[in-house]
């Protein structure tokens, strides 16, 4: 057994783009809720992913800065993944139970630039906001007001065509925080290879991506 690793590498354009290329109406998400199923195809997620990384970059950010999100498991959840991906910056995963403190910690010192959270979270990052001078884009899935934008709106209005970083495998793409359990939460930054290291863990997913193990 051995890694593949290829020098250049992306998490978005692998788990989205090359699959949208080959069958851009192949089901990517099942999402049920108390309401509906909601079926998104990977051609419909690189549009709305490739529309929020246009979003983000005419927001003012750029590749590197820090992208979190609080979001309960969604097709919106794994749209900021993979924009943030596509657009080399650096995703941040917030955990919706979190409560003020752990949220303000962790906003803070990833240093991030944007969230994207949805109506129900929002209020607790609304609390926040004048403590976090490095936050500067929050979208609401759901709505927004005068503090924050809503992620349905801007992302029509966007365009859908976005070139994907070139980055390579070593390059960082999310920060994953301990539990904090014997001092402050600590951040371990990933890089894009991450992805690989996972893929064995899940056989279906394995399959996937067959070229990059051996």
């Known amino acids: 057994f051995r890694w593949r690793i290829p020098a250049r590498y992306n998490i978005g354009v692998d788990v989205c783009d090359r699959h ?23 051609g419909e997620l690189r549009a709305a992913s490739n529309r929020l990384a246009n979003v983000l970059l005419a927001r003012g950010l750029s590749r590197g800065d820090r ?3 609080l979001l309960q498991q969604s097709p919106e959840t794994a749209v900021a993944h993979i924009a943030a991906y ?7 995963p917030l955990f919706v139970l979190f409560g003020a403190d752990a949220l303000e910690y962790r906003l803070a010192d990833s ?6 959270t949805d109506a129900a979270n929002y209020p607790k990052v609304a609390a926040l906001r004048e403590r976090l001078p490095e936050l500067k884009l929050v979208l609401v899935v759901g709505g927004g007001d005068n503090d924050a934008l809503d992620f349905a709106a801007l992302l029509e209005r ?18 994953i925080y301990t539990s904090g359990t014997t001092g402050p939460p600590k951040g371990a930054l990933h890089a894009h290879r991450v992805l690989l290291g996972h893929l064995p863990g899940d056989r279906k997913s394995t399959r996937l991506n067959s070229s990059h193990v051996k």
């Open 20 to 42: 949208a290329a080959a069958a851009p109406g192949a089901t990517a998400i099942v999402f049920e809720d108390a309401n509906a199923v909601r079926r998104v195809s990977f």
């Open 67 to 69: 992208v979190a999100g």
């Open 86 to 92: 596509k657009a080399g910056m650096i995703a941040v």
């Open 111 to 116: 240093g991030a630039r944007a969230l994207i």
């Open 158 to 175: 966007a365009s859908d065509a976005f070139a994907p970083v070139d980055t390579a495998a070593d390059d960082p793409a999310v920060i």
